[in-house]
C-alpha cells in the first residue's frame, strides 16, 4: 500500500522500492512457512496425536478441505505465494505495487477465520468477519507504514539525501490516511469487543482475556501518542531542518521514535496473537 500511496511515479523504480520489494517478497515467503507450521501445529493439537511423526495425510485433508479455516489457509498460501511471485518477476513498477498489495491484503484477511471473527453464523457471522478483517487491514497498514518509514530512515544521517527528502515529505503527507487507519481501528475494534464479549466491561478486569486486552489498549495508546509526536513535531523539525541542509539530528531523533513505535507494534501483534486463543469467559 505505502508504495502506491506515498511513492511518485519515478520513485516506484527506485533503489528504495527495490528495498520494498525485497522485503515484501522476504515477508511473503516468511508467511508460507509460518502458515505451514501453523497448520501442523494445528492438526497435531485437534488430533490428538502425541507427536508431529503420528499425523498422517488424512488430518490434513479434513482440516484443509472439511473446514473453513482450511479453505481459508489455502487462499492464504495461494495469495502469499503470488506476492512472492510478483516480487521477483519482472513488471511495471506500479502495477507490481498494486498486485502486491492486493495479494497480500487477501492473505491478511484470511487471517480472520483464524480468530474470534469465525466463530459466529448468519449475518451476525459476515457483520464479524468483515469488521475482523478490516480491523486486519487498518492494522496492517499502519505496521507497514512504521517499516517503510524505517527503511526511509535507517540511511546513515549524512548520506541518501533522497531517501531524506521522500521520509520528510511521505512523514508529513501521512496524516490523513493515518486518521483512517486509527479511526478504522477504533470502530472495529469496538464492534469485535460488542460481538465477543457482549455490551458489558466486567470481563475487562475479572479475566485473563479482559486484563491482556487492556493492556494492548494501552500499547495502542502508546503507538498514538508516539505517531501524534512524529506528526506533529518530529516530521516539522525535518521538513525544516532540510531546508537548511543540517537534517542529521532530526532524521535520528525521528528514527528512534519509529523503532519505539515499532516496538510498541509488535508487542500489541504479540497480545493480538495470545487473545486469539482464549475466550472472554476466562478459559
Not at 516506484?12 to 525485497?22: A, E, F, L
Not at 473446514?67 to 512472492?84: D, E, F, K, P
Not at 466486567?202 to 479482559?210: A, E, K, M, V
Request: net charge positive; aromatic share 8%.
Amino acid at each position: 500500500m505505502f508504495g502506491l500511496y506515498a511513492l511518485g511515479n519515478d520513485e516506484r523504480s527506485s533503489t528504495i522500492s527495490r528495498r520494498y520489494r525485497v522485503l515484501i517478497g522476504a515477508s511473503a515467503a516468511i508467511g508460507i512457512v509460518l502458515s505451514m507450521w501453523g497448520m501442523t501445529v494445528m492438526a497435531k493439537a485437534m488430533s490428538g496425536a502425541q507427536s508431529y511423526a503420528e499425523l498422517s495425510t488424512h488430518v490434513f485433508d479434513m482440516l484443509i478441505t472439511g473446514t473453513h479455516m482450511g479453505i481459508a489457509w489455502c487462499i492464504r498460501i495461494l495469495a502469499l505465494v503470488t506476492c512472492v511471485l510478483i516480487a521477483v518477476l519482472r513488471m511495471n513498477s506500479t502495477l507490481r505495487f498494486a498486485a502486491m498489495a492486493a495479494s497480500s491484503g487477501v492473505a491478511l484477511a484470511t487471517l480472520a477465520w483464524a480468530g474470534h471473527g469465525a466463530m459466529d453464523d448468519g449475518v451476525r457471522g459476515y457483520i464479524h468477519l468483515a469488521s475482523d478483517i478490516t480491523h486486519l487491514w487498518a492494522a496492517g497498514a499502519w505496521v507497514g507504514a512504521l517499516i517503510a518509514f524505517l527503511v526511509l530512515a535507517a540511511n546513515k544521517p549524512n548520506t541518501g539525501q533522497g531517501s531524506v527528502e521522500i521520509l520528510s515529505r511521505t512523514s508529513n503527507g501521512f496524516a490523513r490516511i493515518g486518521t483512517v487507519i486509527v479511526a478504522a481501528l477504533v470502530v472495529t475494534g469496538a464492534l469485535n469487543y460488542l460481538l465477543i464479549a457482549g455490551p458489558s466491561l466486567d470481563p475487562l478486569f475479572s479475566t485473563l482475556y479482559g486484563r491482556l486486552l487492556v493492556g494492548k489498549l494501552l500499547l495502542f495508546g502508546g503507538m498514538l501518542a508516539l505517531a501524534a509526536a512524529n506528526r506533529f513535531r518530529l516530521s516539522p523539525s525535518l521538513e525544516a531542518a532540510l531546508r537548511t541542509g543540517n537534517h542529521a539530528h532530526a532524521v535520528v531523533k525521528l528514527r528512534q521514535s519509529l523503532f519505539t513505535e515499532a516496538t510498541l507494534a509488535v508487542l500489541v501483534l504479540a497480545s493480538v496473537a495470545w487473545l486469539g486463543i482464549l475466550s472472554p469467559n476466562g478459559t
